[in-house]
């Protein structure tokens, strides 16, 4: 069935005599590489016996955590933002939804802020404490200010918006 195939740009172009020449220049190199892979995995055992293992248990626990927390973060984010573009396109389609889904996007995006601040918070704190953290203060300059903000726009927003009490200007 491959024959019957069109070649892609690359089979069209590939130079099997500039290939041949190349690899009986280098073949040797398999061998001697192999021979080098073979040691080091019998040889290895032997020089390595004698040491202390490697403790990976508490960084790797740590890289786990990290990817868990980002992948949460990463999820609500985009579930936030289809939820809020969704509702965009409907209002765009000169359709109005019921007011207490714009109320629910608003909270949503201020409980994404939170969980983000409480987060980028406890993050700081362990790394003051000394303890094992991939988080930098680098990364509290900026989480703050920028999530804060939002987070206070969002307040506003919810106040002016949502609340009767509160009169627009």
């Not at 190349?22 to 040691?39: K, N, P």
């Not at 409480?118 to 300059?141: D, E, F, I, N, Y």
Request: overall charge positive; some cysteine.
């Amino acid at each position: 069935v491959w024959y019957l195939l069109p070649l892609t740009e690359f089979e069209a172009g590939f130079d099997a005599v500039g290939f041949q020449r190349w690899f009986s220049s280098v073949w040797r190199w398999c061998f001697v590489l192999s021979a080098a892979y073979v040691l080091l995995v019998f040889g290895g055992r032997r020089l390595m016996r004698d040491r202390e293992p490697f403790r990976l248990q508490l960084p790797l626990m740590m890289w786990n955590v990290g990817l868990a927390v980002f992948s949460f973060f990463a999820c609500l984010n985009s579930f936030i933002h289809s939820v809020m573009y969704t509702y965009y396109a409907i209002r765009a389609a000169d359709y109005r939804p019921p007011k207490m889904l714009s109320i629910c996007i608003t909270t949503l995006q201020i409980l994404q802020m939170i969980a983000i601040l409480v987060v980028t918070v406890a993050a700081h704190l362990t790394l003051r404490s000394g303890h094992p953290c991939s988080w930098s203060h680098l990364g509290t300059v900026v989480t703050l200010p920028l999530f804060g903000s939002y987070l206070l726009l969002f307040l506003n927003f919810f106040r002016i918006s949502y609340l009767p009490s509160v009169k627009k200007d």
